[in-house]
């Protein structure tokens, strides 16, 4: 049965998935364990200040820590990326990381090279090395360790590396999701790839029964790209009766198969 991508409340594949459960729906990158970042006071700026994680140096970034919804972070930055993470400031100044809240971004600029370079820096971070600090109103030193955030930017790290070439900067520039970006890894290698998807649609608009088996087709436009990727996916198990709801369908873990193609642009 064929239908409309626009007839479904919701449709999202595997991979799709992964990449929304990782908050790496798209670039530049950046994520926060704190929901509500506006209301920010500045506690003591540092100034300038160099740093060393592990093999790495950074020159002239700016240290400071800030207040967000009465949670103390220690906030270093730089032109191209920005963290904080969560501290114990004690009453003499002195201060400990807590295993708790963080938040980074990597800025979006035009330089692959430096790119993957913060990609590298904020892994060695949550890897857990020292992140050493130096400077004329601070010295001293802090660990921060998260595998999730390893696993993320190892992730992030695969796909900007399986582009073309030639197509790594332009793509870099603009603002794309991750997901088109994996498959445009994908199109042309294989005929057709076994996955699964989620979905939820209105028998109003899909008059779904038991035993349907549903295709549908949708256009990532990849900005920076001479092509735009259609997906097609095609269910491979039925819609079962327990998924038939009064006025929905919903849907979750149905095999599919995705096939993927070129579509030159205009």
């Known amino acids: 049965m064929e239908a409309k991508i626009e007839d479904f409340k919701k449709i999202e594949s595997a991979l799709e998935i992964r990449y929304g459960s990782l908050k790496l729906d798209r670039l530049p990158i950046e994520f926060s364990t704190i929901k509500d970042m506006k209301n920010q006071n500045l506690i003591k700026t540092f100034g300038v200040t160099d740093l060393k994680i592990h093999q790495l140096n950074l020159k002239e970034c700016h240290g400071r820590i800030v207040e967000i919804n009465r949670r103390k972070y220690l906030e270093l930055k730089n032109r191209e990326f920005k963290l904080g993470l969560e501290i114990d400031l004690k009453e003499d100044g002195s201060f400990n990381t807590i295993v708790n809240n963080y938040y980074y971004k990597i800025y979006q600029y035009n330089n692959i090279k430096r790119f993957m370079s913060n990609i590298k820096l904020l892994k060695e971070i949550f890897k857990g090395h020292f992140i050493e600090i130096s400077g004329k109103l601070v010295t001293g030193k802090v660990s921060f360790e998260n595998r ?39 199109v042309g290698r294989t005929p057709a790839l076994q996955s699964w998807i989620n979905f939820r649609c209105d028998l109003d608009k899909i008059q779904l029964i038991e035993g349907d088996r549903i295709s549908i087709e949708r256009v990532h436009v990849i900005k920076g790209n001479d092509f735009n990727i259609r997906e097609r996916i095609v269910m491979v198990t039925p819609v079962e009766k327990r998924e038939i709801k009064a006025t929905e369908v919903v849907a979750y873990r149905k095999a599919c198969e995705i096939s993927l193609e070129k579509i030159p642009r205009k």
Do not use: H, R, V
């Not at 603009?174 to 970006?181: G, R």
């Open 148 to 186: 999730i955030e390893i696993m993320k930017l190892d992730l992030l790290e695969k796909e900007i590396l399986g582009l073309e070439e030639i197509k790594k900067e332009k793509l870099l520039q603009e603002k794309n999701s991750l997901y088109p970006l994996a498959l445009l890894n994908l």
